[in-house]
């Protein structure tokens, strides 16, 4: 197998060798410099998602709590009345397990 030929020296190469040479650094170097800065937006990209994620994650909770206890009293003050009240009970309790159910496949964490 044989050696591939080492790249001449700079100071070996013509002029127009050098210019396009000077073209691949200022290539490169910006090419460096995007890839920084892309990391950068990333990461205050995603630290940004993972923030208002974790906040909706909490007003979800905070709400479902908040419905699951106001049903709770509701229902120990004997203020119902009748069938009607019964069925929009158990709808309301199902929609807040309907909405625990979902935040729980969001966050399986929880």
Same mark, same amino acid.
């Given at each position: 197998?044989?050696? @591939?030929?080492? @790249? @001449?020296?700079?100071? *070996?190469?013509?002029?127009?060798?050098?210019? &396009?040479?000077?073209?691949?650094?200022?290539?490169?170097?910006?090419?460096?410099?995007?890839?920084? /800065?892309?990391? *950068? !937006?990333?990461?205050?990209? *995603? $630290?940004?998602?993972?923030?208002? /994620? #974790?906040?909706?994650?909490?007003?979800?909770?905070? !709400?479902?709590?908040? /419905?699951? *206890?106001?049903? $709770? #009293?509701?229902?120990?003050?004997?203020?119902?009345?009748? $069938?009607?009240?019964?069925?929009?009970?158990?709808?309301?309790? #199902?929609?807040?397990?309907?909405?625990?159910?979902? &935040?729980?496949?969001?966050?399986?964490?929880?």
């Amino acid at each position: 197998m044989t050696t @591939p030929a080492r @790249p @001449p020296m700079p100071e *070996t190469l013509s002029p127009l060798e050098r210019e &396009l040479l000077g073209y691949v650094e200022t290539l490169m170097n910006a090419l460096s410099s995007g890839t920084a /800065q892309f990391e *950068t !937006l990333e990461k205050r990209s *995603t $630290d940004m998602i993972e923030n208002r /994620q #974790a906040a909706l994650e909490g007003s979800l909770k905070s !709400l479902i709590a908040s /419905q699951a *206890t106001f049903m $709770d #009293a509701w229902l120990a003050s004997g203020s119902h009345s009748g $069938d009607t009240a019964s069925t929009e009970i158990a709808e309301a309790f #199902a929609l807040l397990e309907q909405a625990e159910a979902m &935040l729980e496949a969001v966050s399986p964490t929880m």
